[in-house]
């Protein structure tokens, strides 16, 4: 048994799930968060500023010690590179969320009673394709059990595939809404429209950091070591 | 007076056999603690049980390599102006310096906490010996040859064959999208194969020392294929069955339960494996403690060097118990220090590694070639992280662990020359003596 303490290390793909769990409470309170902005209900968006930016540091936390837990000297199944950019993707979804949060924070901006239907589809959207993301992200332990071949590798595969299209549709969603507010410029001040402007972009990101952290997913079961 | 220096000898074998059991803590037990298949606790009372015996069914086969194999006793009797007493005292001294050094490297090693090979140890002891009773010739170079060359090919064996196996277990069960269906399927195959490994491993090994007896003369070759595969044809029925009532109501469950069932079922199968790789590690390391001591014994015994003996059981027994004791005292140890308990891979990963570990170290003893079974085990897991089996494996400590015997070879050859030197200048004239009463002249 000496050779078990010795030889083998801790497996990260289990923290890496772990992580995966935390982002994804992150992105769950992204449609509270729009519906208390529109409801203009700024105390709650406070307090759900204050849960995010928690959350975020504990995936934080968990990232550190994945890192810390895995040195060079490691042999693992999955190129190396890949699985730290994986991790610094997915990290990267957590902090777009939390950017989110705190640009609604910031300014109580009132959203116009003729847009509020479509900034609300807008970022249930977003979260339809981050959540995407994290159903073929919460399979990590799954993958490492089946050797990230087989069945399972194919599953996860199809769901990243179905991801990059739901975050075109998102882009072309982010158009249309832009181009509403364009069309009432007339009636809103320019900082109110700035902060559309951020909020919408934002909310972008976040789709944009899911789908790239589904493309190194990809390339992680894909390219082997 | 003989028993006096028999008794000596006896107890630097119990020693050497001591610093064996210490040094490899129940590493054959590695893939089962390892995947949980079993407690800590467990591991080193089956080890104890299982290595025990291995050594004394088995270890009379490696036991001739190490006694003979390695240094050619006629270039010793041959040296002009050699009588037979004296070159048998020359090999007895010898034979209890490369002990010794061994013993000594072993010890030193273990207290550092360095998992060294006991195989590699005696070699270089013996081989220390060689060179400075006889000068270069007296060693048996090829066999060297092909003993280091085994030291690199078994680990590699025991990686390809267990890549090989992994990816089997991996590609027809667990890829699968209903694995507890290909489970029912194909595992009883698996565990028919395991089972004739096994089952071949102990009659071929185990049985060879007693089919020399009238009684046991039916139990050759073919009978035991025979044998083998009808256990193995048992298994695959009973396991079929079992497993059909065990499994059959998590053909609908998620993935990942049904990965967990799956992988429950491989547990057994791993605990039953790693014992057979400690039968086996028994089998080949009791050679390293009690192959000088049977041939010191053999000379005190015969008064001349003798090409051929037989090792007693007792002196096999002797290095059982010694094993079993090393192993239970830093097992004990090990036991209380280790908290947590990491899992740190799965049954089916401990499978391969073990089945693959298993079939190239009684490969080898077959062959009489001492192999490291701690290095042909870490091939083996090593396999399976090349299959994308393991979640990490410290790149560097296993350099270490291979490269280690580049340290071990020198050292102990070099402990044993300096002790057989010692031991020649102080206790050559009284060793004659004892040989020449012994024998009569």
Redesign the interface.
């Known amino acids: 048994?000496?050779?078990?303490?010795?030889?083998?290390?801790?497996?990260?793909?289990g923290p890496l799930l772990e992580h995966a769990k935390k982002v994804h409470e992150c992105i769950k309170l992204i449609p509270e968060l729009m519906d208390a902005l529109i409801n203009e209900d700024h105390e709650r968006v406070h307090c759900l500023q204050d849960c995010v930016s928690k959350l975020e540091y504990e995936a934080d936390q968990i990232k550190h010690d994945i890192r810390e837990n895995?040195p060079r000297?490691?042999?693992?199944?999955?190129s190396r590179e890949d699985l730290d950019n994986y991790l610094h993707m997915q990290d990267h979804i957590a902090d777009a969320v939390e950017d989110f949060a705190v640009i609604l924070l910031i300014r109580k901006t009132r959203i116009h009673h003729d847009l509020t239907d479509e900034f609300l589809a807008f970022a249930k959207h977003i979260v339809s394709v981050a959540d995407k993301l994290m159903v073929a992200a919460k399979?990590m332990?799954?993958l490492?059990?089946?050797?990230?071949?087989?069945?399972?590798?194919r599953?996860v595969l199809d769901l990243i595939q179905g991801l990059g299209q739901e975050e075109w549709k998102a882009d072309r969603m982010q158009r249309k809404l832009s181009m509403h507010i364009y069309e009432k410029e007339k009636e809103l001040d320019p900082v109110t429209i700035l902060f559309y402007e951020k909020i919408i972009i934002s909310l972008s990101q976040i789709a944009n950091a899911a789908d790239n952290t589904g493309e190194v997913l990809r390339m992680m079961i894909v390219k082997?070591? | 007076m003989i028993t006096i220096f028999i008794g000596v000898t006896f107890l630097l074998g119990f020693y050497m056999a001591w610093t064996i059991g210490a040094n490899d803590v129940a590493n054959s037990m590695a893939d089962a603690v390892g995947s949980d298949s079993c407690t800590i606790k467990q591991a080193v009372i089956a080890a104890g049980i299982c290595e025990f015996a291995g050594a004394v069914l088995v270890g009379a086969h490696v036991t001739d390599t190490i006694r003979k194999g390695i240094v050619d006793p006629s270039y010793i009797t041959s040296i002009p102006g050699m009588t037979q007493s004296h070159a048998a005292a020359i090999i007895v001294i010898g034979m209890v310096s490369a002990l010794l050094a061994a013993a000594i490297w072993l010890h030193v090693a273990t207290a550092f906490g360095m998992p060294v090979s006991t195989t590699h140890s005696i070699v270089g002891g013996v081989t220390g010996f060689g060179i400075i009773a006889a000068g270069w010739a007296a060693v048996n170079w090829s066999k060297i040859g092909q003993i280091v060359a085994s030291w690199f090919i078994s680990p590699l064996l025991g990686g390809i064959l267990s890549f090989i196996i992994f990816k089997i277990i991996s590609g027809l069960i667990l890829q699968h999208n209903i694995p507890t269906r290909r489970a029912v399927r194909y595992a009883p195959l698996l565990f028919f194969f395991t089972a004739f490994v096994v089952i071949s491993a102990i009659i071929f090994k185990g049985m060879k020392h007693l089919i020399r007896e009238e009684s046991l003369k039916w139990l050759n070759g073919s009978m035991a294929i025979l044998i083998a595969s009808g256990v193995g044809i048992l298994t695959t029925v009973w396991s079929r069955i079992f497993l059909k009532k065990r499994l059959k109501k998590y053909f609908r469950s998620s993935l990942s339960e049904q990965l967990e069932k799956v992988e429950r079922v491989f547990a057994p199968m791993v605990f039953i494996t790693s014992c057979t790789v400690a039968f086996a590690h028994g089998a080949n390391d009791v050679a390293n403690a009690v192959g000088p001591l049977a041939a010191v014994i053999d000379i005190l015994r015969n008064g001349n060097v003798q090409m051929k003996v037989s090792v007693p059981p007792w002196v096999l027994m002797i290095g059982g118990i010694g094993i079993v004791t090393g192993l239970a005292m830093y097992g004990y140890k090990v036991m209380t220090t280790v908290g947590k308990k990491i899992t740190v891979i799965t049954p089916s990963r401990g499978l391969a590694a073990d089945i693959a570990g298993m079939t190239v170290v009684l490969l080898c003893s077959r062959l009489k070639l001492p192999v490291s079974t701690t290095h042909t085990l870490v091939g083996a897991i090593i396999g399976v992280a090349f299959a994308r089996g393991v979640g990490a494996v410290n790149k560097r400590v296993t350099r270490n662990i291979f490269s280690s015997w580049l340290v071990t070879v020198p050292v102990a050859a070099l402990l044993s020359i300096i002790i057989f030197l010692i031991g020649r200048l102080f206790l050559l004239g009284s060793i004659i003596d004892l040989i020449k009463s012994g024998s009569g002249g």
């Open positions: 048994m000496t050779i078990i303490n010795k030889i083998f290390g801790a497996s990260p793909f895995l000297r490691y042999f693992l199944p999955v399979e332990q799954n490492a059990e089946t050797s990230f071949g087989g069945a399972e590798a599953k082997g070591r």
